[in-house]
């Protein structure tokens, strides 16, 4: 019995009895856990709403000239209508499961889910713009506007790990994880990286592209170069951005004449800088 003993004493050990050894788990690198109080979800809101809608809560329900595409609640979440090519990703249904996740029953008859947009055209949704469900739609908006943002931030957290599986080269995925996290641990850095995310995406996605050129998070955290965190991280951001955005207006296609659009986008970024 006592050999017994002292034979599974040496298999749970870590030394070596005839060639087993014990095997010592391996700690994997992790993604910290981004987190925000109801009270900053908030106010990261009202920023994004200003920013989307201008504060009007009229274009919580929108359709912008020139896109073939809704866009939904303070995040402007895309909702395509049926047959439509998605250019872009379209992100309004994954918010709707998300608030019922969190226990927000939809407006009976006036969303479904499964379904895509039920305008199928920019007139039809902007003459439904004062119509009953329209109204109702956007009362349910106006409601759940922290859960929009508490969506956007589970969409930010998921969206580094996606971001590196595009990345080759090993130094380059630190260089990103570190611009990253250095925008994360700035004061309001989660409305940046939010807001920058919701506003033109992941930038991994070679449809969303002028001519090989994306415009995304990814391109402009490999674009900042800097090390500290707070004022001076904002800065290299806002920097790098508008780099970024200003090379995708000169490789848009002429009809696009995103250059009406680029003042604006610019101003947007320099919210980022703004103390809140």
């Given amino acids: ?43 990261i809101g009202q920023k994004i709403l200003h920013n989307e809608c201008g504060g009007d809560l009229e274009k919580l329900t929108w359709w912008n000239l020139g896109e073939e595409f809704a866009s939904m609640g303070a995040i402007h979440a895309i909702w395509y209508p049926k047959g439509v090519n998605q250019k872009f990703k379209e992100t309004f249904p994954s918010l709707l499961l998300f608030l019922e996740s969190r226990g927000k029953k939809l407006p009976e008859g006036i969303i479904d889910i499964s379904k895509s947009c039920p305008w199928q055209s920019r007139i039809e949704f902007m003459a ?62 989660l409305y940046v990286l939010i807001d920058y995310l919701n506003f033109k995406g992941e930038g991994s996605d070679p449809l969303c592209s002028y001519h090989g050129h994306r415009w995304g998070l990814l391109q402009v955290l490999e674009g900042m170069n800097g090390i500290k965190v707070g004022s001076e991280a904002l800065e290299d951001f806002v920097r790098s951005a508008k780099n970024v955005l200003s090379t995708r207006v000169k490789c848009a296609p002429p009809e696009r004449d995103e250059a009406r659009w680029l003042q604006g986008w610019y101003n947007r970024l320099d919210t980022y800088k703004e103390d809140f």
């Fill in 128 to 189: 439904s713009l004062q119509s009953k469900k329209m109204q109702k739609l956007r009362a349910f908006l106006v409601d759940t506007i922290d859960l929009q943002i508490a969506f956007a931030l589970q969409r930010l957290e998921k969206s580094l790990p996606q971001l590196l599986r595009f990345v080759v080269k090993e130094s380059q995925k630190n260089h990103i994880k570190q611009q990253f996290y250095r925008i994360a641990r700035s004061k309001n850095g």
């Fill in 1 to 43: 019995m006592a050999i017994l003993f002292w034979f599974i004493f040496l298999l749970i050990s870590n030394t070596t009895l005839y060639g087993v050894k014990r095997k010592i788990p391996v700690k994997r690198p992790v993604i910290s856990h981004l987190k925000l109080s109801k009270q900053d979800a908030q106010k």
